[in-house]
């Protein structure tokens, strides 16, 4: 185990430099001077959109650019970019006064975490004893009712499921703030609407794999056995149906954090969606890819927990992969 473990983690070294390497040159690519117009005013603590100052002159522009090494060479600007992502500087924010991108990260970063979090285990919570029961009763009206909302879920997008449950839960009856992060009942309608799609793709691989897992020539032997139904399904059916699932637990991740622009944006969250958002429009390159590098190590270093935890929970794959 220790041996697929150390494998992993140095495969996943040079994902990060390729996707560290893509971000830079991606970024850089969209063109745009982050010095057309003065510093963005119109700040708040908790973020927000930005509007911009006043026109500067050409020479405070070159000014600016040789202040923040844009001047520079692409390939000096890509050395000092590797460096300051190694020594985890990633450099002032050109359109937020007096503000380093790691300060903004650390300030913003945790709601976003925290809110991504919630909405996978709210889908992995439920997703599982759903699928579970749905294939333990194939022909009843609840696995009907299951396939059903699952297909529906998958194809609503994430902006329509918010702004209906804001009208439902906020406008109507008001049980639910419609806005902001403050509390536990703000955190509720934003972690049902991100987490409604992982929530039934979890369902349906549950489904799929229990159903697949029945099947199987070493639960039929455990039934003869004369074995609990119970220890049949947790030790044999269940543990091995958690596969399929644990393998789409990184994608899912990164399914959730396109869609976490979305749900900020119509929650009003203080993430770092509002900011990617106005970094993009102000041509903020430092804060830009340093959000995107960010969300990248998080992404990469989930994959790399679900790939050590299906090791740990199946032994076969650690024999494919080593």
Avoid: C
Avoid at 15 to 29: D, E, P
Avoid at 288 to 296: A, C, D, I, K, P
């Amino acid at each position: 185990m220790l041996r697929y473990a150390l494998a992993r983690v140095a495969w996943a070294i040079p994902v990060v430099f390729v996707a560290i390497t893509l971000t830079f040159f991606l970024v850089r690519s969209i063109g745009g001077d982050p010095f057309r117009h003065g510093p963005l005013v119109g700040l708040t603590g908790q973020g927000g959109w930005q509007k911009y100052g006043d026109f500067q002159p050409q020479s405070i522009r070159d000014n600016m650019r040789r202040r923040y090494g844009l001047d520079l060479p692409w390939y000096e600007q890509y050395a000092n970019y590797l460096g300051g992502v190694a020594t985890l500087s990633l450099g002032p924010s050109l359109s937020y006064r007096n503000r380093t991108v790691e300060e903004i990260i650390a300030e913003q970063g945790p709601v976003t975490l925290e809110l991504t979090l919630l909405a996978l285990g709210f889908a992995v919570a439920l997703g599982i004893p759903i699928g579970l029961a749905s294939a333990l009763h194939v022909r009843s009206p609840f696995a009907r009712l299951e396939g059903l909302t699952s297909s529906v879920a998958l194809a609503l997008p994430a902006f329509l499921v918010g702004t209906l449950l804001i009208y439902v839960f906020a406008v109507r009856t008001s049980l639910l703030p419609t806005a902001g992060w403050d509390g536990w009942r703000a955190k509720i309608l934003p972690s049902i609407t991100l987490g409604l799609v992982p929530l039934a793709y979890s369902a349906r691989l549950t489904r799929g794999a229990v159903l697949e897992t029945l099947r199987q020539d070493y639960v039929r032997s455990a039934h003869a056995k004369g074995l609990r139904r119970r220890r049949i399904l947790v030790q044999h059916v269940l543990r091995n149906s958690l596969v399929p699932v644990l393998s789409a637990v990184g994608p899912l991740l990164g399914a959730l954090v396109t869609t976490l622009f979305v749900v900020e944006v119509v929650f009003s969250i203080p993430g770092l969606a509002r900011h990617y958002v106005s970094a993009t429009t102000a041509s903020d390159y430092p804060l830009l890819m340093g959000m995107t590098v960010v969300l990248t190590l998080f992404v990469v270093t989930a994959n790399l927990l679900v790939d050590l935890a299906l090791a740990a929970l199946d032994p076969r794959v650690r024999e494919q992969r080593s």
